[in-house]
């Protein structure tokens, strides 16, 4: 999804650094909250942006999809901690939830089983051309079905989480 476009976008949180260990707060081993991010790099043109969260080390066909969020204004560089778990958000305005892998709206700590090797946990976000205009809950096959054509810019921000 999205292969063709340039990864121009810049992805950070300033709860841990890329390649390195996302906090345990952020996990469902603990508070199970989202953790704070921020971007730049956003083209012209933008009319919205998806976040996608995703672990491709889980023993499935597919990766483990822990976060969807679309529809969210071009402008928008930031998402503090804690995002509510609700289909419409208020902050940012207009943005939706998607279903994650485990059927449910919104943010899910990653979980990876104990004694497993890190799992590798892919923040990424895309720039889009148009405003999806999905209805919330939407999965991540049709949310890629979407975005296809659309992507004008991506970027990503990987974290890990073990259990010993």
């Given amino acids: 999804m999205g292969a063709e476009a340039p990864a121009s976008i810049q992805v950070r949180s300033s709860a841990f650094e890329p390649g390195q260990r996302i906090p345990d707060r952020f996990t469902a081993y603990d508070e199970g909250i989202s953790p704070p991010l921020s971007w730049n790099g ?44 609700e289909p419409r958000l208020d902050d940012p305005p207009s943005a939706l939830h998607g279903v994650n892998s485990r059927g449910s709206i919104g943010y899910f700590g990653p979980r990876p089983p104990k004694g497993d090797p890190p799992h590798h946990y892919h923040f990424q976000i895309f720039a889009l051309g148009t405003k999806l205009r999905l209805p919330p809950g939407v999965d991540r096959h049709t949310l890629a079905e979407a975005m296809s054509g659309h992507v004008l810019a991506k970027g990503e921000l990987v974290g890990t989480v073990q259990k010993r």
């Fill in 42 to 85: 956003v083209p012209p043109g933008t009319r919205s942006l998806v976040l996608i969260m995703e672990d491709p080390d889980a023993p499935m066909r597919e990766p483990f999809v822990h976060w969807l969020m679309y529809d969210i204004p071009p402008d928008t560089t930031s998402l503090p901690e804690a995002i509510p778990d």
